[in-house]
């Protein structure tokens, strides 16, 4: 069995919260050792003075699950016509609804192939993280699959002010609306490993930013062969233009010169931060807790976009 020690070293890295802590301090019957490796979300006192807050593991496996909840609920209604079933979305949090969304009607065998695989993935992310997660874990926020969509190609410019984007529709909009999210779950996943302090939990997390890039590979790869070049650089656009003044993000390339794999000078793939991910998913480049895709916000920690307007000049 574990030491008191290690139990509690472990309690601290994956409760999100001092109540949390205190709960399953409690019940694995080592509540007496008070504050022994005490970091938490509300922070420490240093030199008398309260530091910053810090980011336990809990927090980020929670703030992956948002995002989890969101692709989830996206490829199983597209590939199966239904979303997650109620016992896998409970938890801490104001727990919400699904709007918009139906089974897509595929005409290529493999593109429906690929949906159902991938969907199948991110459910299964779902139920680790809330495994992983426990008593700590949230719940899914609302979502919407609907008007965020068309929000993000008006923005994009893949149709005017008053049209109607569904990714639903056909597979060419459902493939470019899987490119909205699958790049940026993987840079999500790249930014948040660093934080992750728990060598169990950052294997974990680099497993699942390794099939979020294989997804993200597939979906571009049938972009390509669609030629779908100008709509997915439209889409690569938006999102730079949300998440900061540097321009990372990119597109699959042209006719002449593929990039499927989106890496630096070096070959490697960029991040993005919790606040910068929240920025797409909300669909502003302002501070907000709320919008896009998650129009009551994420729940847990991590909820917040920041100010990434760019300055004029």
Avoid: C, W
Wanted: charged content about 20%; hydrophobic content about 40%; glycine content about 12%.
């Amino acid at each position: 069995m574990f030491g008191k020690a290690v139990v509690t070293d472990m309690i601290n890295r994956s409760a999100e919260n001092e109540a949390d802590r205190r709960s399953f301090l409690k019940a694995a019957g080592v509540a007496g050792l008070g504050t022994v490796g005490g970091a938490t979300a509300l922070g420490a006192m240093t030199d008398g003075a309260m530091a910053a807050p810090k980011i336990t593991d809990g927090a980020i496996l929670n703030f992956a699950l948002n995002l989890e909840y969101l692709e989830a609920e996206f490829y199983n209604i597209a590939a199966f016509g239904t979303g997650l079933k109620n016992n896998l979305t409970g938890g801490k949090g104001k727990k919400g609804g699904v709007v918009g969304g139906s089974a897509v009607p595929f005409k290529t065998p493999a593109i429906a192939n690929y949906a159902r695989e991938i969907a199948i993935d991110e459910l299964d992310h779902v139920k680790f993280l809330r495994k992983a997660l426990g008593g700590a874990k949230v719940a899914r926020p609302a979502i919407d699959l609907q008007s965020s969509f068309t929000a993000a190609a008006t923005a994009a410019g893949l149709i005017q002010p008053g049209q109607t984007f569904n990714p639903f529709l056909d597979e060419d909009s459902f493939l470019l609306a899987a490119f909205i999210f699958e790049d940026v779950g993987v840079t999500a996943y790249k930014g948040a490993a660093p934080l992750i302090q728990n060598k169990t939990y950052l294997e974990a997390a680099a497993g699942i930013l390794a099939v979020e890039a294989y997804h993200a590979g597939i979906v571009r790869t049938a972009l390509y062969q669609k030629g779908l070049y100008a709509q997915a650089q439209a889409i690569s656009d938006a999102r730079d233009s949300l998440d900061g003044r540097k321009n990372d993000d990119q597109g699959i390339g042209t006719a002449q010169v593929a990039n499927l794999v989106p890496t630096d000078k070096n070959g490697i793939a960029y991040s993005r931060d919790p606040f910068q991910v929240h920025n797409i998913a909300y669909l502003t480049d302002k501070k907000a807790r709320k919008g896009g895709f998650f129009p009551k916000g994420t729940n847990g920690v991590l909820t917040t976009s920041a100010n990434q307007r760019r300055k004029k000049g």
